[in-house]
């Protein structure tokens, strides 16, 4: 079992930034892509960013220029730094991580964290 853990999420006024963390804890063997994704009420969850084992990122337009994503392997954690945060950030972002255990290979989502940008 690969369990997923968010912190970093919060209240930031128009403009701000914050930084959201991942750690992934369990037995495992290797990760693959971790990246992040975002809910907002009444709208489907959408991708923000993701980073493979290598450091190559990925990001939604709608981001990009203004989030970073990176990641320490060591750690098996995975940041997402927010900058120039709009009010249609507003969501509940989760985490998530692809890789395999020693037995299999696995799919983790985290819990999610509020991120609210207002005013």
């Known amino acids: 079992q690969v369990q997923l853990v968010e912190s970093g999420g919060g209240l930031v006024q128009p403009g701000g930034s914050l930084r959201l963390s991942c750690a992934a804890s369990?037995?495992?063997?290797?990760?693959?892509?971790m990246g992040w994704y975002r809910q907002a009420p009444g709208k489907q969850r959408e991708l923000v960013a993701t980073?493979?084992?290598?450091?190559?990122?990925n990001y939604a337009d709608s981001v990009k220029g203004r989030f970073t994503t990176s990641r320490d392997n060591a750690k098996n954690t995975v940041y997402l730094q927010m900058n120039s945060l709009k009010p249609e950030d507003t969501a509940v972002y989760y985490c998530?991580?692809?890789?395999?255990?020693?037995?299999?290979?696995?799919?983790?989502w985290g819990q999610g964290t509020q991120v609210t940008v207002s005013s």
């Open positions: 998530n991580a692809v890789g395999y255990t020693p037995t299999r290979a696995f799919n983790s």
């Open positions: 369990g037995i495992i063997f290797s990760i693959l892509n």
């Open positions: 980073v493979t084992s290598v450091g190559s990122t």
